[in-house]
């Protein structure tokens, strides 16, 4: 990962399903959707929050655990039940003077890859499908939804030397 490529993204798109989650959808009894997120990918949104990059989740599913978790997170863009995902962040790149050097993306499988082809930087789980994995600039050793989104923006930020200022900055300690 060369820096001065990572060092110019200043927004950071990322799937859901099977990148900040498992892949699994679960139901109740009721017909509620339900995710289970990983809490250790926290760290990784507030580093990258304070480090000042621009958060998007951008998702073909639309669910209220979704919506709920993002928002704890204070991401700045909750975008879901987006089928064209490439189309959606050309016309949000256009309309905010963004260029492909200016946007990161982390996501797991075939319908991530054309909008991943928009960007200047790319990561993805360790249980990515293949072509993600062969595209991306940096693969986690770590699988969706098991903290994988905080072990990229983590490679990412260290690489840009701003890991540690800003979990210093964030939770009040000396890394």
Known sequence: MDKERLCKIKYLVIDVDGTMTDAGIYYDEHGNEL?????KDAAGYFAAKRAGITLMV???RECQATLRRMQEMKFDYIV????????YLTDFMAANGLVKEDVGFIGDDLNDLPPMKLCGFVGCPADACDEVREYADYVSGING?????RDVIFAMLKVRGDWEQAVADVYGIGI
């Open 35 to 39: 995710k289970k997120f990983c809490t």
């Open 58 to 60: 951008l998702t073909g």
């Open 145 to 149: 939804g098991s903290g994988a989104v």
């Open 80 to 87: 879901q039940n987006i089928k064209d995902k490439a189309t």
